[in-house]
């Protein structure tokens, strides 16, 4: 008996109690191994895919310039910024478990 004639077989329930115990043996193994062999092939297509997609959507380096440029403006923060100023002292505030007001009270008499 072939391999495809026993898989036939293994496919219906009646039939595998007709087979011998090699021929049971047999098609474990044929099934055990298609098996793991289309998984291992699945998982190689997929590492093959992300490595291509990495590559694809990798930045692309700078050009010299650019990063010149970049480097020459430096970003000053907006000290004065009212809505900064208002979430970091709520944050103050809620961690001390005051009140903002007397929190902005205290920094403005310190001026």
Known sequence: ?????LMGMFSNPETIKSLNMGDKMMGVVVTV???M???ITALIFIQ???GMMTKLLA?????EAAVE???KTP???DVND???MAAISAAVAAKMGISPKSIVKTVVEKR
């Open 59 to 63: 930045e692309k380096p700078k050009s």
């Open 48 to 50: 093959f895919l992300i």
């Open 75 to 77: 970003l000053k923060p």
């Open 33 to 35: 191994i298609l098996g």
């Open 37 to 39: 062999g289309i998984t």
């Open 82 to 84: 009212p809505e900064l």
């Open 69 to 71: 440029t970049s480097q």
């Open 1 to 5: 008996m072939n391999i495809t004639e």
